[in-house]
């Protein structure tokens, strides 16, 4: 098959690989779209050290079903599908409580770490275990389904959050999931969201989908605006969607006595925390990993159209000519947001 893979850091070669081999309980699905995530470029330099090379990454998938292993008994060839990009074993502590995310032998398809390898969806085929998929309802197309994961990453966020009727949230970072966790508070019942980035595009775009402020964070008194909102006291919830000490600081200094902060990007594996803040303001921090059984609301909601993420899909493009892609995110093209890749 024909994969595009990470050869060395920084250099892609859309190349011949072996066909994936499938266990018992895996299926083989022919894939027919794949997103490029923030994290695929914030690794294909070597920074987070979650991308080692020679690696196909890729985990933001959809496609169909090509082949079934020996004791795959639900899945037919021909059928739907997007998959969770973590895969999980189903039974370990933290599986059998049903928190999957955290599984103790989890891997993340695409991802290369001191813990294991696991190739990904850059290529014409990949295998993974059955209790991973989820079928596809018809209004959904394979690129809309590409956006799942990434939908569900924010639908887990909002969920790991205390949010109460008519809240006032302040949204940090107004990339792919930031503009999806916008949405998902509106759904959840926010009076009030404010987005806060320092892309004036996005910051429109985030208005469209739901907010109803979009402040520039580098050109502006984002604490100011915010004080003056609510009557100097600060916004009940933050969300921050980057992982960088200046949007953690932000989002903690937006924040009223008593508010909670629900800690999504993870860039830097480090920040500074203003610990003496938190403590005295008695703010609760919240870390969001991945998602956890979000799958089948995210499909609904793209169905029937309650969250839109057609918005956010700048291009879909061949597989072949990924790596040209790849570069343009890396350099921060301002008219690019989601990359889908097509084999």
């Given at each position: 098959?024909?994969?595009?893979?990470?050869?060395?850091?920084?250099?892609?070669?859309?190349?011949d690989?072996?066909?994936?081999?499938?266990?018992?309980?895996?299926?083989?699905?022919?894939?027919?779209?794949?997103?490029?995530?923030?994290?695929?470029?914030?690794?294909?330099?070597?920074?987070?050290?979650?991308?080692?090379p020679p690696?196909?990454?890729?985990?933001?998938?959809?496609?169909?079903?090509a082949?079934?292993?020996?004791d795959?008994?639900?899945?037919?060839?021909?059928?739907?599908?997007?998959?969770?990009?973590?895969?999980?074993?189903?039974?370990?502590?933290?599986?059998?409580?049903?928190?999957i995310?955290?599984?103790?032998?989890?891997?993340?398809?695409?991802?290369?770490?001191?813990?294991?390898?696991?190739?990904g969806?850059?290529?014409?085929?990949?295998?993974?275990?059955?209790r991973?998929?989820?079928?596809?309802?018809?209004?959904?197309?394979f690129?809309?389904?590409?956006?799942?994961?990434v939908?569900?990453?924010?639908?887990?966020a909002?969920?790991?959050?205390?949010?109460?009727?008519?809240?006032?949230?302040?949204?940090?970072?107004?990339?792919?999931i930031?503009?999806?966790?916008?949405?998902?508070l509106?759904?959840?019942g926010c009076?009030?969201?404010?987005?806060?980035?320092?892309?004036?595009?996005?910051?429109?775009?985030?208005?469209k989908?739901?907010?109803?402020?979009g402040?520039?964070?580098?050109?502006s008194?984002?604490?100011?605006?915010?004080?003056?909102l609510?009557a100097?006291?600060?916004?009940?919830?933050?969300?921050?969607?980057?992982?960088?000490?200046?949007?953690?600081?932000?989002?903690?200094?937006?924040?009223?006595?008593?508010?909670?902060?629900?800690?999504?990007?993870?860039?830097?594996?480090?920040?500074?925390?203003?610990?003496?803040?938190?403590?005295?303001?008695?703010?609760t921090?919240?870390?969001?990993c991945?998602?956890?059984?979000?799958?089948?609301?995210?499909?609904?909601?793209?169905?029937?159209?309650?969250?839109?993420?057609?918005?956010?899909?700048?291009?879909?493009?061949?597989?072949?000519?990924?790596?040209?892609?790849?570069?343009?995110?890396?350099?921060?093209?301002?008219?690019?947001?989601?990359?889908?890749?097509?084999?």
């Amino acid at each position: 098959m024909k994969a595009l893979v990470l050869e060395e850091y920084g250099r892609f070669a859309y190349k011949d690989v072996p066909d994936p081999a499938i266990g018992r309980g895996d299926v083989l699905i022919r894939v027919r779209a794949c997103g490029i995530c923030g994290s695929d470029v914030h690794g294909m330099d070597g920074r987070t050290g979650r991308r080692r090379p020679p690696l196909i990454m890729g985990h933001e998938a959809a496609g169909v079903v090509a082949e079934v292993g020996a004791d795959v008994r639900d899945w037919r060839r021909g059928d739907r599908v997007t998959f969770d990009s973590t895969l999980y074993c189903g039974d370990c502590f933290y599986c059998r409580r049903g928190e999957i995310n955290l599984c103790d032998r989890r891997r993340v398809a695409g991802v290369s770490c001191d813990d294991y390898k696991q190739d990904g969806a850059f290529a014409e085929y990949i295998a993974v275990p059955e209790r991973v998929l989820y079928r596809l309802p018809d209004k959904a197309t394979f690129e809309q389904a590409a956006m799942v994961e990434v939908l569900s990453i924010a639908l887990h966020a909002v969920a790991r959050t205390r949010i109460s009727i008519n809240d006032t949230a302040l949204v940090c970072g107004a990339g792919p999931i930031g503009l999806l966790i916008v949405q998902a508070l509106r759904l959840a019942g926010c009076g009030r969201i404010i987005a806060a980035d320092i892309d004036a595009a996005r910051l429109a775009l985030a208005v469209k989908l739901g907010a109803d402020l979009g402040l520039r964070s580098d050109a502006s008194d984002v604490r100011g605006e915010v004080n003056r909102l609510t009557a100097g006291r600060g916004v009940d919830i933050a969300l921050e969607a980057v992982g960088i000490t200046p949007t953690v600081r932000l989002a903690l200094d937006c924040l009223r006595k008593g508010g909670a902060l629900t800690l999504v990007g993870n860039v830097s594996p480090t920040v500074d925390l203003p610990l003496q803040w938190v403590v005295t303001r008695q703010v609760t921090i919240n870390g969001s990993c991945a998602s956890c059984g979000e799958y089948p609301a995210c499909l609904e909601l793209i169905a029937r159209g309650a969250v839109n993420v057609d918005a956010l899909i700048s291009a879909v493009t061949p597989l072949s000519e990924g790596a040209s892609w790849f570069k343009r995110l890396y350099d921060r093209d301002p008219a690019l947001l989601k990359v889908v890749l097509v084999p």
